[in-house]
């Protein structure tokens, strides 16, 4: 157990629709990144929140977004969804920085668009 | 454009064999991560290692070694008398320190089967 829960496990849903991932960090890390990993685009880095704030910006649609709150946890907001917005995503926290610590991935959030 | 290839699709080997996973990455920034990655049956990541651009030093951990050659741009994973629980699909990835917003790219992954 990495200590990094997300929430829910799986989700189906239908094309137009909009829904919402939740993700809560290890106890002390204060860093969020979101991933998504599907058969046709693979494994891609989508954002980075620190404390609050973001510090990376990877392949993120634009019909996606995210946040920190400030307990930490973390949301990905996916709306207008398509079909080939299906995929695993995957949160993970560190500390501070993936260029300095440890990144613990949470199991993810498997998200089927019907 | 950073860049990260893993030309190994999948690999297969029997218990106790070594094993190398390559990893050749493109970038025009000189301040860099490379960070490799395992995927289990499971499905869960797990982070194995970070390598800055700065640190040629090879790294062991045990049966895993990592070999970082920026003369020919390779970060390349090697796994010393595989055991059947290093079946699992293996990504490299790289990230930009002043470029692309510190965004992170990933390989394709190589999937590694090991046999008793």
């Known amino acids: 157990d990495s200590g990094v829960t997300q929430t829910p496990k799986h989700l189906i849903t239908a094309t137009g629709q909009r829904v919402t991932l939740r993700c809560s960090p290890r106890?002390?890390?204060?860093?969020v990144y979101w991933y998504q990993q599907s058969l046709d685009q693979g494994l891609q880095f989508l954002i980075h929140?620190?404390?609050?704030?973001?510090?990376a910006k990877g392949n993120i649609l634009e019909r996606f977004s995210a946040q920190q709150f400030p307990d930490l946890h973390s949301e990905l907001n996916l709306s207008s969804l398509e079909l080939g917005d299906s995929a695993l995503y995957f949160c993970a926290s560190s500390h501070r920085d993936w260029s300095t610590d440890t990144q613990y991935f949470g199991p993810g959030t498997r998200l089927t668009v019907l | 454009a950073q860049k990260v290839t893993q030309a190994q699709t999948e690999i297969s080997v029997v218990e106790k064999e070594d094993v190398t996973l390559d990893c050749v990455y493109e970038?025009?920034?000189?301040?860099?991560?490379l960070f490799w990655y395992k995927q289990p049956p499971s499905g869960e990541l797990v982070f194995l290692i970070r390598r800055n651009s700065f640190d040629e030093q090879n790294e062991i951990s045990g049966r895993y070694s990592w070999n970082f050659q920026k003369s020919t741009s390779s970060f390349n994973f090697t796994i010393t008398a595989s055991q059947v629980v290093d079946s699992a699909v293996y990504f490299c990835a790289l990230s930009e320190a002043r470029y692309n917003n510190n965004d992170m790219r990933f390989g394709a992954g190589t999937r590694l089967t090991v046999k008793p």
């Open positions: 106890s002390g890390d204060l860093s």
């Open positions: 929140y620190y404390n609050g704030e973001e510090r």
């Open positions: 970038t025009r920034d000189t301040t860099y991560y």
